[in-house]
């Protein structure tokens, strides 16, 4: 593989060096600043080193040094290469040491066979909001059966609270969660307890405020590609190399200095690249090299389901372990949450449609869409269960929404546990949202901290956006400025022991543990399961392998009334039963036959013939 040049600062021989790339620009200095933040008299001046590189060395100078970069005259700015930015997105940037006394040397990642990822925003998931605050909860995640938390972008954002997804300085962890130590010690504690942890990268643009890199040179950008943000990032046009570069080295960074286990992208469809190898094909190389012998997974998030995504290269793909796949999400909230709204209108929720998705891994495979206006999806058969990350919640399909409520707000208990039971009976990968095993009642709403101009802009543009949405008539959309908005958004970890909350984290325990212990549930092949609608209301899903066959059966809505042919079935966990919240006087199985009322999921133990 080709050497990438280390960029940014960095400590080497006792002093720092620094690389910048100005390509428009005749002359660099880095300006050096005190700890109390104002500049340091006397600039460096950079040596011009070709190609638009500039490169310097400050004897002195160590690990939390601050530092800006001026360019032709103007600025300084901080450096979009920087590791750390410890007074925030428009302050100087910092030095960082990237040495660490790891605990993990054993540690040899996660099979993407054995993922059960939970989705973390880590500014809401405790009071506190740092990385620190996170690690007394590894332990019991671990406990209840997920395998690897994946963590909501920590590249540095503007203020003190956002989703993430407007980072502008890829390589330095946010200081309002805790900075790049903080993220190193979460790393090495969730190891410690068992845990891998994936990252979501946004490479398929850069946040607004804060974003200096156009200072540096407009080749970042390019108009030849459009996406929903604006002009794209320049991945195959003229300085091209430098860019793919900089996305390459920050996933290299994230898996070789903080033992990341793993990479969420964000969006791909909006990665836009006309050259081969294609830009994600090197980033999932790129970070697999970097693991030095730990397993790496590189997941795509992506609403096209283009098998090409997980395809090996030497087939034609781009060769990433994982991909997104939402028709398995839509069919259930079309049915159990009614939703009719913007893509939804593309899916029944019918039990046809949903054990077509289930068999897949997605519904659609070319028919035309009517959301899009065009056909949408390729084959799925192709590609082996675990590839399509499935969830019934999200960040985005909570935060989303008007008033970012989550999927309880808008469906019964029963029905609750019911999605639970699908989403996690399957063979593919699960996602659950944090908060979802108890079935939380926090909502996830969309908040920002921006400067009084933008903020104005971010929250008229909110407002309009769904305005002209039926479910949402009405509802006074929360101002994401607001830092009410925010706090509203933090999870209440107490709701767990309360009687409505505490059955539904003990069906996620049960049913997360036969998924881990059970031999059938841990074949994940194609020919190792099947799924069918056994009428209009219900559905049936097999999982085979071992000495027993392990039979769903779900009652979406109404009356199920089936005999399995098989008097020797046992029941091993039925949905209704009052451990997990629900009213049933018994486990409706007898002698083979299985009868009960809907929403409700059964699931049998069968002997194999």
């Keep these: 593989m080709k050497a990438i040049r280390t960029m940014g600062a960095w400590i080497e021989g006792g002093a720092v060096r620094f690389r910048v790339w100005a390509p428009e620009h005749d002359r660099v200095e880095i300006v050096t600043y005190g700890e109390d933040g104002e500049e340091v008299t006397g600039a460096l001046p950079a040596a011009p080193t070709g ?17 800006k970069v001026r360019i032709d005259g103007a600025g300084p700015f901080p450096d979009p290469y920087a590791r750390a930015q410890p007074l925030g997105v428009h302050g100087p940037s910092a030095v960082d040491d990237p040495s660490f006394a790891w ?54 954002f503007p203020g003190e609270r956002g989703w993430g997804y407007d980072g502008v300085d890829l390589f330095a962890p946010s200081a309002a969660y805790g900075g790049p130590e903080g993220l190193r010690r979460l790393v090495d504690a969730a190891h410690a307890a068992g845990l891998g942890v994936i990252l979501d990268c946004v490479y398929n643009h850069f946040g607004p405020d804060g974003n200096y890199l156009r200072a540096y040179t407009k080749r970042y950008f390019t108009e ?4 929903p943000w604006g002009d794209a990032v320049n991945y195959d046009g003229e300085g091209a190399e430098q860019v793919r570069a900089l996305a390459i080295s920050n996933a290299e960074m994230w898996i070789r200095d903080f033992h990341i286990d793993g990479l969420r992208l964000d969006a791909t469809h909006a990665i836009l690249d006309d050259t081969a190898p294609h830009i994600l094909r090197e980033i999932a190389e790129r970070a697999r090299a970097a693991g030095g012998g730990r397993r790496v997974v590189v997941i795509a998030e992506d609403s096209l389901n283009d098998t090409r995504l997980v395809t090996p290269p030497e087939q034609g793909g781009h060769g990433l372990d994982g991909v997104w796949a939402d028709d398995f999400h839509h069919e259930l909230r079309v049915l159990f949450a009614g939703d009719r709204d913007g893509y939804f209108e593309d899916h029944r929720g019918t039990a046809e449609d949903i054990a077509a998705t289930i068999r897949k891994g997605w519904l659609y495979e070319g028919q035309v869409s009517k959301h899009a206006g065009k056909p949408r999806g390729t084959p799925a058969e192709p590609v082996p269960p675990p590839c399509f990350v499935h969830c019934i919640q ?26 639970s039971a699908l989403l996690l009976i399957t063979p593919y990968t699960p996602l659950l949202f944090m908060g979802q095993e108890w079935n939380a009642r926090t909502p996830f709403q969309y908040f920002t901290d921006h400067d009084a101009e933008l903020g104005r802009l971010v929250t008229e543009g909110r407002r309009r956006e769904f305005q002209y ?15 009410r908005t925010f706090q509203r958004s933090k999870l209440d970890w107490s709701e767990r022991q309360r009687p409505e909350h505490a059955g539904v984290l003990a069906w996620y325990r049960e049913l997360l543990g036969l998924r881990a212990a059970h031999p059938a549930l841990r074949r994940r092949g194609r020919g190792d399961f099947s799924a069918e609608a056994i009428s209009p209301d219900a559905v049936r899903i097999e999982r085979r392998g071992g000495e027993a066959t392990v039979i769903a059966l779900v009652a979406l809505r109404g009356a199920l009334d089936v005999d399995l042919g098989r008097p020797e079935a046992r029941a091993l966990a039925f949905s209704e039963e009052p451990r997990f919240g629900g009213a049933a006087q018994r486990v409706p199985l007898d002698r083979g036959r299985a009868a009960f009322e809907g929403p409700a999921a059964l699931i049998v133990e069968v002997p194999r013939s």
């Design 103 to 156: 605990t993990d040397a054993g540690w040899k990642g996660v099979a993407l066979e054995d993922l059960v990822l939970y989705e973390v925003h880590i500014g809401t998931a405790t009071q506190e909001g740092t990385f620190d605050a996170l690690i007394p909860r590894l332990a019991e995640l671990r406990e209840l059966g997920i395998t690897a938390i994946e963590i909501m972008p920590v590249a540095s």
């Design 224 to 227: 030849r590609h459009k996406t």
């Design 469 to 483: 949405f039926t479910s949402f008539s009405g509802a006074e959309v929360p101002d994401p400025q607001d830092p």
């Design 394 to 419: 999200n960040h985005d399909q909570i935060g989303n929404r008007a008033l970012g409520d989550r999927l309880g707000a808008a469906v019964s208990p029963a029905a609750f546990r019911t999605m």
């Design 51 to 67: 190609g638009g590189y500039f490169e310097a060395t400050a004897p002195g100078l160590g690990a939390g040094a601050l530092y």
